[in-house]
């Protein structure tokens, strides 16, 4: 095991547990009345802005890249980062944030296959049980298992399937790139293109006053700083020593923090079959690690 691993896994669970936190940050938009559009436009702006800020002071030189490379970036930025988030935050708008995260994460499944095609890694007994734990779990924990009858729209699970497959898509267009740039480069990178393109397409330029509510400029920069910045820098530094479909099933843990943070600051109840799914999602990222993992 490469002496990189430890410090991967342990970083790209930290960057899920802060996607996990999104619904704090997201809800407060709606309420201003941004649509699922405008939250995508906020969430890549406000991200670039610090990514760019904090690269000019800190890390100019690694915002040099090659020209070739710049197609993964805009592909990662737009038909992955834009696109998922907006499948995503639909999704949650239209029904509930339980059903967008766990459509949401048919990620790992499309990451692992697609990983399969194009960077032939091994589909291994292990690698496919800590999926089926993985997806099960997701389902236990926002409560679609095992008593779960709700009627779906067909609509919203066809956008949420696709927010799972956009949200595959990043792992694959950024993994190319990870041997030549740093994390940071990757994530200022996509996120620069995500943000331009958001800037061209969203209206969210016509609702500039709902900017004078204090809530409003907290949730942007938390949703920014937080479920954005940290959390894509962490996982693409995880993304550069684990293989893509490791690195997905590991970040499943998202779910199990948006339902913690849910029983922690918003009264939801824990039942035991959410429990049941915790563990579940945890004994597929042990799964995933081999159980060989010593934190040094």
């Not at 997201?26 to 559009?37: D, E, K, M, Q, S």
């Not at 990983?115 to 926002?142: D, N, Q």
Request: glycine share 6%; proline share 3%.
């Amino acid at each position: 095991m490469s002496t990189h691993q430890p410090k991967a896994y342990l970083l790209t669970i930290s960057g899920a547990i802060c996607w996990g936190l999104i619904g704090l940050f997201i809800a407060p938009l709606y309420v201003r009345g941004f649509t699922a559009w405008d939250v995508v436009a906020i969430r890549g702006i406000f991200s670039f802005t610090f990514l760019l800020l904090f690269m000019l002071l800190f890390y100019r030189k690694q915002l040099r890249t090659q020209v070739k490379d710049h197609v993964l970036f805009a592909s990662a930025g737009i038909l992955s980062l834009a696109f998922f988030n907006y499948f995503y935050f639909e999704v949650f708008s239209r029904s509930n944030l339980s059903l967008a995260v766990t459509l949401l994460y048919t990620g790992p499944l499309f990451v692992t296959i697609l990983s399969r095609v194009f960077f032939k890694e091994p589909l291994t007994t292990r690698k496919i049980l800590a999926l089926v734990f993985a997806i099960i779990g997701c389902a236990f924990v926002v409560g679609l298992l095992p008593f779960g009858s709700q009627s779906i729209p067909i609509e919203t699970l066809v956008m949420g399937i696709l927010s799972g497959f956009c949200y595959a898509l990043y792992s694959i267009f950024t993994k190319p790139v990870t041997k030549r740039y740093s994390p940071l480069t990757i994530t200022t990178y996509t996120f620069f293109y995500m943000a331009l393109f958001m800037a061209l397409t969203s209206n969210v330029w016509s609702k500039v006053d709902a900017f004078v509510h204090i809530d409003v400029w907290i949730s942007a920069l938390l949703l920014a700083l937080v479920s954005t910045v940290a959390a894509y820098v962490l996982y693409t530094y995880g993304l550069k020593y684990l293989e893509a479909g490791k690195a997905s099933i590991l970040a499943t843990i998202e779910p199990i923090v948006a339902v913690l943070v849910g029983v922690l600051f918003l009264s939801d109840l824990l039942r035991f079959w959410q429990v049941l799914g915790i563990i579940l999602v945890l004994y597929a990222a042990v799964l995933v690690v081999g159980g060989r993992v010593r934190i040094e």
